[in-house]
């Protein structure tokens, strides 16, 4: 099975100009084709797999290589229930005022706002493995360092506000305890049935 670059990968700009990215790393990967990117986005010169290099490229030419869904702007989770469809979200909205709010808090990864808002991940990784906001052992790294990543924020400052939710699953959640369930932090109760469980 082939892998197609889509939007994501080229939708952000090299930090050095893209004649220096593509003299430095080949030739630049193209949305929609299946193509390799070239071998120097990720090998040395013993063509040997080389994660420092390719963190090297993703911080100055992440486009080139179609790896900017890998920078911080980009690398994130979108809400799990936003209230409009992410895939749909256009250049124009992006650029646009009156929508940004809406695409910080519900769908972040798609026009690069990660890092708006007070509502943001202080380390890095926190999206890698998100077994950690559930961990007990990790509730206090995880509610200062991967707020947005966990759902540990308060107020409008980013993603992870909780709204007064009204997931149609609730009813049958609430039979299985959801609200009175120790697992999930206040935040989610709030934000997927913040209204059946009367905390909003």
């Known amino acids: 099975m082939s892998k197609i670059y889509g939007p994501r990968a080229v939708n952000c700009?090299?930090?050095?100009?893209?004649?220096?990215?593509?003299?430095?790393?080949?030739?630049?990967?193209?949305?929609?084709?299946?193509?390799?990117?070239?071998?120097?986005?990720?090998?040395?010169?013993?063509?040997?797999?080389?994660?420092?290099?390719?963190?090297?490229?993703?911080?100055?030419?992440?486009?080139?290589?179609?790896?900017?869904?890998?920078?911080?702007?980009?690398?994130?989770?979108n809400k799990e229930f936003p209230r409009i469809t992410c895939s749909s979200i256009t250049e124009d909205m992006c650029a646009?005022?009156?929508?940004?709010?809406?695409?910080?808090?519900?769908?972040?990864?798609?026009?690069?706002?990660?890092?708006?808002?007070?509502?943001v991940d202080i380390a890095p990784g926190c999206a890698k493995d998100l077994t950690i906001c559930r961990n007990v052992d990790m509730q206090q790294f995880v509610k200062e360092y991967c707020q947005r990543t966990c759902g540990f924020c308060a107020g409008s400052g980013g993603a992870a506000s909780a709204a007064?939710?009204?997931?149609?699953?609730?009813?049958?959640?609430?039979?299985?305890?959801?609200?009175?369930?120790?697992?999930?932090?206040?935040?989610?109760k709030k934000r997927y049935c913040g209204k059946a469980c009367k905390l909003c």
């Open 13 to 77: 700009k090299n930090k050095y100009p893209d004649a220096d990215c593509e003299a430095l790393f080949g030739g630049p990967v193209k949305v929609n084709t299946d193509g390799d990117r070239d071998a120097k986005c990720y090998k040395n010169a013993a063509t040997v797999a080389d994660e420092a290099r390719k963190e090297l490229v993703i911080s100055v030419c992440p486009k080139t290589c179609g790896y900017c869904c890998l920078t911080p702007p980009y690398n994130c989770k």
């Open 164 to 188: 007064c939710g009204a997931n149609p699953n609730c009813a049958n959640w609430i039979r299985n305890g959801f609200c009175d369930s120790r697992f999930y932090t206040e935040e989610q």
């Open 96 to 119: 646009s005022a009156k929508w940004k709010d809406i695409i910080t808090q519900d769908c972040p990864n798609v026009c690069g706002f990660c890092q708006e808002g007070s509502c």
